[in-house]
């Protein structure tokens, strides 16, 4: 039984940037793609950004590329989420989540993930 608990949420004006962290705990999760979602009330969960179990391919969706970075350090058993330049549209709860399924996976995907942490807000002031 697996874990994940993410940090560094908070209250952060446009134009800032915050980092998020989610670290694993109950098994390794070096040999998992882990994702990060995010989700604005009243409204669907929405892919962030994922890597690769090996950390050697990223992607992003459309509406964060060049600003949020992700990485991860199998060694912490940990995942980051960089945002930079953020807008009020950033809003939301963010999530992290890993993928055991071993093969390729449509990483934008939300039923591709089996681990999901409990989220942590993130609110952009204009």
């Known amino acids: 039984q697996g874990q994940l608990v993410e940090s560094g949420g908070g209250l952060v004006q446009a134009g800032g940037s915050l980092r998020l962290s989610c670290a694993a705990s109950?098994?390794?999760?070096?040999?998992?793609?882990m994702g990060w979602f995010r989700q604005a009330p009243g409204k669907e969960r929405e892919f962030v950004a994922a890597?690769?179990?090996?950390?050697?391919?990223?992607y992003y969706a459309d509406s964060v590329k060049g600003r949020f970075t992700i990485s991860r350090d199998n060694a912490k058993n940990t995942v980051y989420l960089q945002m930079s330049s953020l807008k009020p549209d950033d809003t939301a709860v963010y999530y992290c989540?890993?993928?055991?399924?071993?093969?390729?996976?449509?990483?934008?995907?939300?039923?591709?993930?089996?681990?999901w942490g409990q989220g942590t807000q993130v609110t952009v002031s204009s």
């Open positions: 989540a890993a993928s055991s399924t071993r093969g390729n996976i449509v990483y934008s995907g939300s039923q591709w993930y089996d681990y």
């Open positions: 109950g098994r390794t999760f070096s040999s998992y793609a």
């Open positions: 890597i690769s179990w090996s950390g050697g391919s990223t």
